[in-house]
């Protein structure tokens, strides 16, 4: 009897191990939560960052009406000072595993550049430069007269959110990162709430809007700089309320084609298909010269080919701080806040849109210069200081000086 008990037991556990590998593994899918575990895997950071759709599903973006930006290439002699080292741009794309360089002056592209890998056809993934498109599209629907103003709430357009924190929370405050829910963003620690955003939607296939509805408000809104990722993962619930369509249509319909990308591309999303979701905090993934041209568009204040497509003073709000917490080196060190944007402590009016590993959409409008660098450096926090002193030695470059 005693025999036949264990016997039983051993072989439930035996069908129990063989249901979970089955699970984990997925043999019949694309995707599996192997994979996913397989993408944070240091070893992995620069096949993740050039091949997001081998890990993760996705929806694709096509350049329907690509207009292709002139070219005038050139070598860039550079050479710049960190820390009492004279070192040189190669010195620099090596220390931070970079992938894709562009430099744009005057709209033309000067200076292109690939490597560990990726060559011009390559789409490196956005990671959370994502969360400047998305607000670019909330401008959007600003000037098209779709959101009165932006201290309207989320949950207006997002009925889902209704009643819960982030539902309850203006469009301003999102934009700002001043939300003042208890959310943490701790890339170093796997218990944070950062991993909701991951395990959620890759894991489990789940909807990440109801994911967020448990999460409270601790701080008053308007009040600190806290920036989260599902802030924006909110924008893009209010967008897709907005105009009825999933965020990687609307992107197509407002931005790719309009902008005239020149190349396919395509966005992460919880599970394939038309029941996807779509990352509103990251995951676009694109060519270096594709996603210069937000930049062109905010160096132009919103004008594209003569039509205003962002509100008038939306570029100079955007860019800049919006209340005292928000400037530079207050809450982050070398860097302020503005509306998705972040700007360097300096008195240059620079700004950029930034990712984790060293994704960045450099935009120095005295230069009439943006630079789109892309990498996958596990010490891009490290590397700040030293990235725009190299940024900053290339604009002066590539702009003659």
């Not at 993760?56 to 096509?62: I, K, N, S």
């Not at 972040?342 to 984790?356: N, Q, V, Y």
Request: charged residues 20%; negative net charge; proline residues 4%.
């Amino acid at each position: 009897m005693v025999i036949r008990i264990l016997g039983g037991a051993l072989l439930l556990i035996v069908l129990l191990a063989t249901a979970f590998a089955g699970w984990f593994y997925r043999p019949w899918s694309d995707y599996s939560p192997a994979r996913v575990q397989q993408a944070f895997e240091p070893e992995n950071i620069i096949d993740v960052s050039l091949h997001m759709s081998d890990y993760f599903p996705y929806a694709g973006l096509e350049a329907t009406h690509p207009d292709p930006l002139q070219r005038d290439i050139r070598p860039l002699d550079v050479t710049y000072d960190f820390n009492g080292e004279n070192r040189s741009l190669e010195q620099y794309l090596e220390t931070t595993q970079s992938l894709g360089l562009a430099v744009i002056v005057d709209g033309v592209v000067v200076h292109e550049r690939y490597l560990n890998g990726a060559d011009e056809m390559s789409l490196p993934t956005s990671w959370s430069v994502a969360k400047s498109f998305v607000a670019t599209l909330i401008a959007m629907a600003l000037h098209e007269g779709r959101i009165d103003n932006l201290d309207q709430l989320a949950q207006e357009f997002a009925p889902q959110y209704a009643g819960s924190a982030f539902g309850e929370t203006s469009l301003r405050h999102l934009l700002m990162m001043s939300t003042g829910i208890d959310f943490v963003e701790d890339y170093s620690d796997t218990e944070s709430d950062i991993g909701v955003l991951f395990a959620d939607p890759f894991v489990w296939g789940s909807d990440i809007d109801q994911s967020l509805l448990q999460f409270e408000r601790t701080t008053d809104a308007g009040t600190e700089l806290d920036y989260i990722s599902s802030a924006s993962h909110v924008l893009s619930a209010v967008l897709r309320g907005i105009y009825d369509q999933p965020l990687h249509q609307i992107v197509q319909e407002k931005i790719w084609t309009p902008l005239g990308m020149e190349s396919d591309a395509y966005w992460n999303q919880n599970v394939m298909g038309e029941d996807g979701v779509s990352l509103g905090y990251c995951c676009l993934n694109a060519r270096p010269v594709d996603y210069a041209r937000l930049g062109l568009l905010y160096l132009n204040d919103g004008v594209w080919n003569g039509e205003r497509l962002l509100p008038e003073g939306w570029v100079d709000m955007a860019t800049h701080a919006n209340a005292p917490f928000q400037e530079a080196d207050v809450t982050y060190s070398l860097r302020g806040y503005g509306l998705h944007f972040w700007f360097p402590e300096t008195d240059r009016d620079e700004f950029f849109a930034a990712g984790i590993y060293g994704q960045y959409i450099w935009v120095d409008p005295s230069r009439n210069l943006v630079i789109s660098r892309f990498a996958a450096d596990p010490q891009w926090g490290a590397h700040t200081a030293e990235t725009f002193a190299a940024f900053r030695a290339i604009a002066a470059e590539a702009a003659g000086e």
